[in-house]
Each structure stands twice: as structure tokens, then as C-alpha cells.
């Protein structure tokens, strides 16, 4: 049957077989061998850019360190605790401090209550109670000294109420209303607890 064919038909024929059979086993082991190689370079950029994070991991290890030691030392030292050598000591500190407080700001204290101490760790969560009277500039202090002063504390809970008391100026001069507030609040802060419980 290939004989109707001229030869150069059939030669041309051959070749075109030849050509696919060579591309059909290129295909299949070609094909793998570049899919494989994708891979491989996929895998490489993946590993690179892993190896570029845990450098710039490395290079913030030394200040981490650092501070690390820092914060340390300062535990050590009680920097921001409470002082006392007893709950009960160091409640009755931090109400003296805090009245303190109100009074600098130009407040007056109307009463404080110590808050039953509880152990979280080898910590001992100290708080007060406590409620003061005085104007906008007083409640300001006291909240600045909360923030900002050297014993680490936090405001627990924090209400506010404006009362309006009315003074004479001068005997035939009309009364000035002032705005008073009354302010209720919770603070507590931590001290090394003796022996964790």
C-alpha cells in the first residue's frame, strides 16, 4: 500500500513519524525534568527568602538581648513595685501615696479602702479603693501622677460625678457657682510576693 506513494512521499512520511516519536519521548522525559526543575528553583527562592528573614532575625537578636538584661536587672531591683515588706504594708503605701497625690493637686480625700490582696505568680496584686473631691485640675494631677510616677499602677475602675456648690465672693457681690467633682476610683499595683502560693 505505501508503494502508490511516490518515494519522496514516503520518505517525508517516514520523517514525520520519526519527529513525533522523538517528540513523544521528549515529552515525556523532558517534560518531568523541567517541571522538576521549576520546582527546585521555586523551592530555592522560598529557601532564600526564609534564609533573608532569619538573618534579619539574627541582626535583632543582640538588641533584644539587651534590653532583655536590662529589664531584668530592673526586676531585680523592684522598679515600679509596690514597697512593703507585707501586703498589708504595702496597701497602707499606696494609700499614703495617693493621698499624697490628692492633696498636691489641690483635692481633698474623703475616703480610702484597701482591696483584698491576691497572689498571680510570684506576684501579689495590691489595690485600693478610694474616692476624692476637687476640681478638673485636681483629677488631672492624680491621673498624671497614676501614669506617670515611678510605682507602676492601674486604674481598676474610674467614675466620675460633677456636684455644683455655690460661694459668696463678697458680702454685696452675687454667688459664683463652682463645679466640683467627685471622683471614685480603684488602683492597684504588684510587690514580690514572699513565697509563690
Known sequence: MLNRFPLLARRALALAILIAVIGVIGAVTLLPVLNR?????ESIDNLGFQLQRYLRLVDQEAPLQKRLSQLTSQDRQGEGLLAG???AIAAANLQALFKQWVQEAGGRLESTQIIPSST????????IRAQFSGDIGALQGVLFELEFGET??????LEV??????RRTRQNEPTVS???LSVSLEISGYRHSEEPK
Open 37 to 41: 526543575s521549576a520546582e527546585y528553583d
Open 85 to 87: 515588706e507585707s501586703d
Open 120 to 127: 498571680e505568680g510570684v506576684m501579689e496584686r495590691i489595690g
Open 152 to 157: 507602676m499602677l492601674f486604674v481598676d475602675r
Open 161 to 166: 460625678r460633677s456636684k455644683r456648690s455655690r
Open 178 to 180: 463652682d463645679t466640683l
